[in-house]
């Protein structure tokens, strides 16, 4: 399983207490993404979606920039690996349990994506965004691109990409494109609040929900089968466990089924 200490930068895996964390151990080359990192990245998301103790995700990098992105100069060499970063950053948005970027330091290039890929974006008061895909050249792809239409617009999306402007954490929170902001001393402990909050709830609800929603932000989503995982809810161990632990005024014990 990838939670073992970094070699060289990769990223690492942590579980403990129902908490994954993946963190970014690369601070002195802006937290990028190497190609080698592709593969264990998707190795992480595959042990993730395998764990069912698992009930909450965080991102994580140390230094003053949390991601810029995939290695330009790779790409640069015409280095092909076996998986693109659209894969990973797919592979994110695709795991079954809500997930939290949490950035701490500015978010570049690529890592606008991956941050966006998560669920939840808890943001340091004074980060900075800069997406200078055009910059160099490069409409974005398109799974990345639809992912910040459908989270943010196609106005904010444009704001984004079609000026490649510095964007400063009020205004990235004005248009959407954070969850929340909290000041530097404050991110650990709101990030640690919102991990015990969302891991207090019953996760076979959390699970379907999440489902739902990501497919009700779709273009075509199969309402039949989001009412059919409603119902599977109602049915469910975790549900009767909640319904029970209200009648009897007690903390639910939920176990995913």
């Known amino acids: 399983m990838p939670n073992q200490p970094s070699a060289m930068g990769v990223p690492t895996l942590t579980v403990t207490e129902g908490r994954a964390t993946i963190r970014l151990h690369r601070p002195e080359k802006r937290n990028r993404i190497e190609p080698?990192?592709?593969?264990e990245l998707m190795g992480v998301c595959e042990t993730i979606t395998a764990d069912a103790s698992v009930r909450v995700v965080t991102i994580?990098?140390?230094?003053?920039?949390?991601?810029?992105g995939y290695h330009l100069g790779a790409l640069a060499d015409g280095e092909r690996p076996k998986y693109g970063f659209g894969d990973v950053c797919d592979a994110?948005?695709?795991l079954p349990v809500p997930t939290i970027a949490v950035l701490a330091g500015g978010v570049h290039g690529g890592g606008t994506d991956l941050?966006?890929?998560?669920?939840?974006r808890l943001a340091a008061d004074d980060i900075v965004l800069v997406m200078p895909a055009a910059k160099i050249g490069l409409q974005y792809y398109a799974s990345g691109l639809q992912r910040f239409v459908q989270a943010i617009g196609p106005a904010a999306t444009k704001?984004?990409?079609?000026?490649?402007?510095?964007?400063?954490?009020d205004e990235l929170l004005r248009i959407g494109y954070l969850t929340e902001i909290a000041t530097?001393?404050?991110l650990a402990s709101r990030t640690d609040e919102l991990v015990d909050q969302i891991g207090s709830l019953a996760p076979l609800a959390v699970r379907l929900t999440k489902s739902a929603i990501d497919q009700l932000a779709g273009r075509e989503p199969d309402m039949a089968a989001i009412q059919r995982s409603h119902v599977d809810s109602t049915r469910?161990?975790?549900?009767?466990?909640?319904?029970?632990?209200?009648?009897?005024?007690?903390?639910?014990?939920?176990?995913?089924?």
């Open 115 to 120: 941050a966006i890929s998560c669920d939840f």
């Open 92 to 94: 994110i948005a695709a």
């Open 184 to 186: 530097a001393d404050r």
């Open 159 to 169: 704001r984004l990409f079609l000026t490649a402007d510095r964007i400063e954490a």
């Open 236 to 257: 469910s161990e975790d549900h009767r466990e909640a319904m029970a632990a209200l009648k009897e005024r007690r903390p639910p014990r939920f176990v995913g089924r």
């Open 60 to 68: 994580e990098a140390e230094g003053p920039v949390w991601c810029a």
């Open 36 to 39: 080698a990192d592709l593969t």
